[in-house]
């Protein structure tokens, strides 16, 4: 069974702490992806990777960054929290096949909801 | 720029009716594909069911289906027979024919399904 595993469910932090969401994926998949959640605007995407040591900004990066020293596993870091940074955090992977059209379709975890007080 | 619109923040629906989700799309490229995902209140994304740009017919999958409109932009989801267990977020993407299988993801759609 495919799996996507996010290592916090629940995590709540302080204001200025850096905090590391880390997210690894069992698929053999090149592309992975960090997406926060928030009520009335759907997934946004951070960051993304479409393989080791490579990494791509999404639509919203500021504030944050990400490593990824192994196929496997993506972390997202936030290097000082703010409490705009209160969100649920979405991890994803997908296969990447080179082709211009496909169906490859994202895997998702089950999210960390991050609150930062 | 792509862009995802889903107009209807909750929907109602009565145990074994249908239902439709409503999403509409805006892109540039020739080539690009669409997505819908679930999301139970467990919080994981589940796909339900995919459209390709140059796709003739409208996707199926089971009880799923995509009514496609490819002049008119929209790829609403239609649930045949809902199930209680159909209550959840629902969640259209798009994706565009180059890259790396970046999705653009809607607000998405809370469906409740009463008994």
């Known amino acids: 069974d495919v799996k996507v595993t996010q290592s916090s469910r629940y995590l709540v932090k302080r204001t200025g702490e850096k905090v590391f969401l880390e997210c690894v994926q069992d698929m053999d998949h090149e592309n992975m992806f960090w997406y926060r959640q928030d009520p009335g605007l759907g997934l946004r995407l951070i960051y993304f990777s479409y393989d080791v040591k490579m990494k791509e900004k999404g639509d919203i990066p500021e504030g944050y960054s990400v490593s990824r020293e192994k196929k496997e596993r993506f972390s997202l870091i936030l290097e000082s929290a703010s409490t705009n940074q209160t969100s649920m955090y979405l991890c994803?992977?997908?296969?990447?096949?080179?082709?211009?059209?496909?169906?490859?379709?994202?895997?998702f975890g089950s999210g960390t909801q991050l609150s930062v007080l | 720029a792509q862009k995802i619109t889903q107009t209807q923040p909750g929907m109602f629906v009565q145990e074994k009716e249908a239902v439709t989700l409503d999403c509409t799309y805006d892109?540039?490229?020739?080539?690009?594909?669409l997505f819908w995902y679930k999301q139970p209140s467990s919080g994981e994304m589940i796909f339900l069911i995919y459209q390709g740009s140059y796709d003739e017919q409208n996707a199926t999958e089971g009880r799923y289906s995509l009514n496609f409109q490819k002049a008119r932009k929209s790829a609403n989801l239609v649930i045949s027979a809902s199930q209680l267990g159909d209550s959840a977020m629902y969640f259209c993407a798009m994706k565009n024919g180059r890259g790396f299988q970046k999705l653009v993801f809607g607000t998405g759609t809370r469906l409740l399904v009463s008994p």
């Open positions: 892109t540039s490229d020739q080539s690009y594909g």
């Open positions: 994803a992977s997908s296969l990447r096949t080179g082709a211009e059209r496909g169906n490859e379709k994202l895997f």
